[in-house]
């Protein structure tokens, strides 16, 4: 099966029996031609489909309007929250964004970020599922600023925007003690710094408790609601006496998953058996069939202040300073906690 081969704008130019020149100004400089041309050359170039390289003749002028971003997973909906705030920033001021989505695999990052330098895009924003300092290194030597999204990057390196999640970890925890639980079950995967952030600040609001309190880890697969199903199921299976009688889940799509798992089979409540804190506070938390407590990330100024940050840095030139930018984390008690 043969390729057609994509118009260029010579074509454009043969059809309409014009010069390149008059088709580039059609283009980009319509007003100096005129109307009877500038019409001959529109019609040749919807005959022939012409689409034109917007990015070939960007790094021509020696300026890309493009923006790429790598975010841990599209289908979590503080991720989408996130990634549709940039975008409508970075629209504002005439940038595109180009979306990846690294599902927790390092190398599916690595792949996003090698396209976006081969692309030479003005600048990249990536939640990090690692460390990936060499390859930011390698995106600024090229001239693509990058930002780190979700996590304290090295002030020496590049900006970053995140939420101070040992201090979220703390905050949920010290709720779940303040409604009278002393057992309380940890639910995550420590691969993710975030979570092992939250976790150290749930293990220092325990700490300062006392002896009454233990936290109880409960590592899932990953942080999906079906995860969370899973680690509720194991609960269920447990005797009464050992289970706990709270819950901090690392995020809410693993709250949920915990819901589901209990409320379904109907054989313990929320909260009167286990209360459940969630972590984000996303849109479904408040309709979920138990309306979730949950730690809030502000996801719309994430993202929005991660497009300020590197639109500051691409135009700003030398004057740019790096900022590590931390957000604090808001409580917001729901049915899930409410005794």
């Known amino acids: 099966m043969s390729v057609t081969a994509r118009p ?7 059809l309409a029996g014009v010069s390149l020149g008059t088709v580039s100004n ?13 019409e001959k050359v529109q019609r040749a170039i919807e005959q022939l489909g012409f689409v034109r390289n917007d990015a070939a003749r960007q790094l021509k002028a020696g300026k890309s309007l493009t923006l790429g971003m790598v975010v841990y997973d599209t289908g979590n909906p503080f991720f989408a ?14 940038y595109n ?11 599916r990052e690595r792949n996003y970020l090698q396209l976006f330098d081969q692309q030479r895009v003005a600048g990249v924003l990536v939640s990090p599922t690692s460390d990936i300092y060499e ?40 709720h779940l003690l303040s409604i009278g639980r002393r057992r309380i079950g940890f639910v995550g995967t420590l691969a993710m710094q975030q979570v092992s952030d939250r976790l150290a600040g749930a293990m220092a609001a325990i700490k300062d408790f006392g002896p009454e309190a233990q936290l109880i880890m409960l590592e899932s697969d990953d942080m999906s609601v079906i995860a969370g199903r899973n680690v509720g199921d194991k609960i269920r299976e447990a005797s009464a006496s050992d289970r706990p009688d709270a819950i901090f889940a690392s995020n809410d799509l693993l709250a949920m998953g915990l819901v589901q798992a209990f409320i379904l089979n109907g054989d313990i409540s929320i909260p009167g058996d286990i209360a459940i804190i969630g972590y984000d506070d996303i ?40 900022q590590q930018v931390t957000f604090q984390p808001e409580l917001v008690v729901r049915a899930s906690t409410r005794v």
């Open 8 to 14: 260029s704008i010579q074509d454009v130019a043969r």
């Open 26 to 38: 059609v283009l980009n400089n319509p007003d100096m031609v005129r109307p009877q041309t500038a």
């Open 81 to 94: 929250e996130i990634t549709r705030a940039a975008e409508n920033a970075a629209a504002e001021r005439n």
């Open 97 to 107: 964004v180009l979306l990846g989505n690294s599902d927790h695999k390092l190398e």
């Open 135 to 174: 390859q930011v290194d390698d995106l600024r030597a090229h001239g693509t600023q990058t930002v780190v999204l979700d996590r304290k990057a090295d002030a020496a390196r590049c900006c970053s925007v995140s939420v101070d999640d040992f201090a979220g970890g703390r905050i949920a925890v010290e």
């Open 283 to 322: 849109t479904w938390a408040e309709a979920a069939v138990v309306p979730l407590s949950s730690i809030r990330q502000p996801s719309r100024l994430i993202g929005e202040t991660a497009i300020d940050l590197v639109l500051d840095e691409i135009n700003g030139g030398s004057e740019h300073k790096h």
